[in-house]
């Protein structure tokens, strides 16, 4: 694909036959089957095409929050889950927990920090399917889910209206902060649960953000995050962890390329085999 009239390409592991909007798309019907290309759409290509496609003129700090986006489509396996588990719950409404079905049915598909429905709905299919774009489970597990849910967080929390912070974490050493985003959301955090406490702690997804952009006159503009730091396999550097604070709050470092803008912050300077 070259310079589509949109403007835009995008691919999320996802369908190559739908990365941008409008012509430039590669012909299906130009493929063998027999090649394997997959068509399913991931929820994070699901948001980049509508948000992408929504606007004409991506300023730098529109792509900075449509990349930081942590909402469902509608259109994606959690998205038609929910509608799913509305549908089921309608139709048997003494087999569901009536304020959870509220609480889900007032939900954004929103994975912000402090939304409150996130947790209940984010752990109630992720019990049920190991990827997010792996289509949707039955009205029935999703209840029967939801039932769990709800326990686990109850115990856990004390309520089922806990922030999603409150759930979602990055651990490393010292640093034990709340983060939004979720799994298969642009700002993807893919958790594993700690036993000990129920939250989930960080294990995959959005590592090392890098930001870059060139000005009218041909220079390169550099910004960047870790979920740790610049030191991660050394724990007793201040390095180790430092960037976990920046990273909850989705906000990038300068990324100093110059060498007069490198010693202006230089902490060490030392040869190799002379430290």
Not at 115 to 141: C, M, Q, Y
Not at 209 to 230: E, I, N, P
Request: charged share 25%; aromatic share 8%.
């Amino acid at each position: 694909m070259k310079n589509p009239a949109s403007g835009f390409f995008q691919n999320c592991n996802s369908s190559p036959f739908q990365t941008t909007a409008g012509p430039g798309n590669p012909d299906p019907e130009k493929y063998p089957a027999t090649m394997g290309i997959e068509t399913s759409m991931t929820n994070r290509s699901l948001r980049a095409m509508e948000l992408f496609t929504a606007d004409d003129k991506i300023t730098w700090d529109e792509f900075l929050e449509y990349k930081y986006d942590m909402k469902y489509s509608t259109a994606s396996s959690m998205g038609r889950s929910m509608k799913a588990l509305m549908e089921y719950a309608a139709a048997h409404p003494d087999a569901v927990d009536k304020q959870a079905i509220d609480l889900l049915r007032a939900w954004d598909l929103g994975t912000q920090p402090e939304n409150p429905a996130a947790a209940l709905g984010v752990l109630t299919v992720g019990r049920l399917i190991k990827n997010f774009n792996d289509g949707v489970p039955s009205g029935e597990e999703l209840a029967k889910s939801l039932g769990q849910t709800v326990e686990n967080l109850k115990t856990r929390f004390g309520r089922m209206d806990v922030p999603w912070s409150e759930v979602n974490r990055v651990v490393r050493g010292s640093a034990d902060v709340g983060i939004g985003g979720a799994p298969d959301v642009l700002h993807a955090v893919y958790g594993a649960p700690d036993e000990a406490t129920g939250r989930l702690i960080g294990r995959a997804g959005d590592t090392l953000v890098l930001m870059v952009r060139w000005d009218k006159a041909g220079a390169v503009h550099t910004q960047a995050v870790h979920q740790f730091g610049a030191a991660t396999s050394i724990e007793s550097s201040p390095h180790y962890n430092d960037q976990s604070p920046l990273f909850a709050r989705r906000e990038l470092r300068p990324v100093w390329r110059e060498e007069a803008e490198i010693r202006a912050h230089l902490e060490q300077e030392y040869r190799p085999g002379e430290e």
